[in-house]
């Protein structure tokens, strides 16, 4: 792919904590315009200091790229604050969901059009074409709202910016099965129909695997693994450790391969 269509370049970046804590270790990503790309890996791998790392996040948490570059559009961002990377159309959707519970749902998404006045009926038209469940409830206080309605919010919020490019932080987290099919529905066509190029963290690996057609799976800090979905999914430790599907024999305990197996095949 032409360098001219990767519209997000993370190039070997370290990041550290504090100047000390080594949490990144030579990460490299690549997001082309209008894709959605998804970064596995189990809690703790660094998948959400990635993220923050792009949307400048990382810096409220004493947090640095202390070596490497993130490119967006061909810039370099990673030494910018993160109000500069929003205004740029960068926004992350931290894990969570991070509503103003005093704030109906309404004002919820309109304080995500606050960096774009312009066009902001529009713009909540548009969204609620995407959640209509969200007009239902548009003048609910957002706290009082249910899960899935409130991952819509947030979702729904960042729409409201006009992002260039969304990073979307676990958004099946604590919710039921039916309501993260259609969440992850609705992801699909904003993407599809909006041409938004997503970085999608999810542990739901099955899930994450149906709607990116490219990942990278992390651990540890590190890129263990990256290629295309179908590939993944074909992968006999993927299918062993993230998606419960096993060989003939019987389940393999993940403490007695890691080491051995996953490590030596991965690593060397």
Known sequence: MAESEKILKINNIEVRYHEVILVLKGVSIEVPEGAIVALLGANGAGKSTTLKAVSGLLKHEDGEVTDGSIEFKGERIHKLEAETISKRGIFQIIEGRRVFDHLTVEENLIVGGHLRPTGLKDRLDMVYHYFPRLRERRNVLAGFVSGGEQQMSVIGRAMMAQPKLMLLDEPSMGLAPLLIKEIFEIILRLNQQERIPILLVEQNVKLAL??????????????????????????????????????????????DVKHYKRRKRWLT
């Open 210 to 255: 149906t709607v990116a057609p490219y990942a990278h799976v992390m651990e540890n800090g590190r890129i263990v693994m990256d290629g295309t979905s179908e590939t993944l999914k074909e992968n006999p430790d993927i299918r062993d450790f993230y998606l419960g599907l096993t060989d003939v024999g019987g389940r393999k305990s993940f403490r």
